[in-house]
């Protein structure tokens, strides 16, 4: 088991919407630098917006409170265009325009930069496409497979501790009909009634995969689930313990900014487990020391000078049957001898 204390996240290049990115910060437990390019409008992934969308969203990475009053549509050739603006939730802005949309037709959506160093003003162009009939359903939510593994807690701002638990991730498979406006779309997850996580616009795709959460303002992920099972090892335990192990019901709720619509919420059953510590009584039996196997006694090395020790035993009959071999070679070259002179 590793032993980890608090640590300072790396955050990635997150490429957002409009085109935001995230830099990966320096400093341990501390936010980035607001950037007003951190800004972003909601948009398909063709940059294509339907015509009937009931509200243009405009987000800060960092959950800072766009001014309303300084959001605007314009015509490509900048026009305004007549639009009513107000606070969308998780700090967005919404804007409805007062006429529909033309497909065909090419905006510009500009919003000023809630940085308070910065004045500069950031903006998306997009083109409309025709209207589509507005979702019913939601999608299907399914419960994933539990993993027992590290896993790393987020405490807030950029840290982390590591502990040994369980994690899983939900699978979602958003309707059809869902899916051409999922970027105007934000999210909330409870678990058994009680809220686990939020996202914002666009943080899910239509294939059910979703954006890993900034840390700086989300310290859970959307559809990840996760139970602390061993802290010990920790320098600082964790002060998010996750669920509890046993039987949850997870429910997650889209809801389709300013639509007036009440998608369905989609629900789910599953069970969080920790592995079991081995039973006592169950380990194999200690094996037990074999005694040290004592040296043989060295051998004592012979003078130089000393004649070779007699070879006995089998020695003996090996030098016999040395002599008969002899003799009997004798005996034969006599025999060729004799032979040859007959």
């Known amino acids: 088991m590793k032993t980890s204390g608090w640590k300072s996240l790396g955050v990635g290049m997150f490429v957002w919407g409009l085109g935001g990115v995230l830099p990966p910060s320096a400093e341990a437990c501390g936010g980035p630098v607001c950037q007003g390019k951190d800004v972003r409008v909601a948009r398909s992934a063709t940059g294509d917006v339907p015509a009937n969308v009931p509200a243009l969203v405009a987000v800060h990475l960092f959950r800072r409170t766009l001014d309303i009053g300084s959001v605007r549509l314009l015509t490509a ?17 919404a804007l409805v ?5 033309v497909p065909g037709n090419t905006y510009r959506l500009e919003v000023a930069s809630p940085c308070t160093h910065e004045t500069q003003t950031e903006a998306a162009t997009f083109s409309v496409g025709p209207a589509l009939p507005l979702p019913g359903v939601s999608g299907v939510l399914e419960a994933g ?10 405490g807030g701002a950029m840290c982390s ?12 498979t958003p309707s059809p009909e869902l899916v051409p406006f999922l970027p105007w779309v934000h999210w909330t997850l409870k678990v058994d009634g009680q809220p686990w996580a ?10 059910g995969d979703f954006t890993v959460a900034n840390r700086l303002i989300f310290t859970r992920d959307l559809l990840r689930l996760f139970t602390v099972c061993e802290d010990s090892a920790a320098v600082e335990r964790p002060s998010d313990p996750g669920l509890a192990p046993g039987v949850h019901v997870a429910t997650l709720q889209p809801v389709l900014e300013h639509s007036g619509i009440a998608l369905p919420p989609m629900e789910v059953s599953f069970t969080q487990t920790c592995p079991e510590p081995p039973d006592p009584g169950e380990l194999p039996d200690p094996v037990e020391p074999t005694d040290p196997v004592e040296p043989a006694d060295p051998v004592e090395p012979t003078d130089p000078a000393d004649p070779a020790p007699k070879e006995e035993g089998c020695s003996q009959a090996g030098g016999g049957l040395t002599a008969v071999g002899l003799l009997t070679t004798l005996q034969f ?8 002179r007959t």
């Open 145 to 154: 497979t539990e993993q027992h593994r590290p896993l790393q807690v987020y």
């Open 161 to 172: 501790v590591e502990v040994e638990g369980s994690t899983r991730v939900l699978g979602f």
């Open 198 to 207: 939020q996202a914002e616009h666009g943080a899910v795709g239509p294939t």
């Open 97 to 101: 325009p007062t006429e529909p949309l």
């Open 333 to 340: 070259w006599r025999y060729r001898s004799r032979t040859r």
């Open 77 to 93: 050739e900048g026009t305004p265009v007549e639009a009513t603006v107000t606070s969308g939730a998780l700090g967005s802005a």
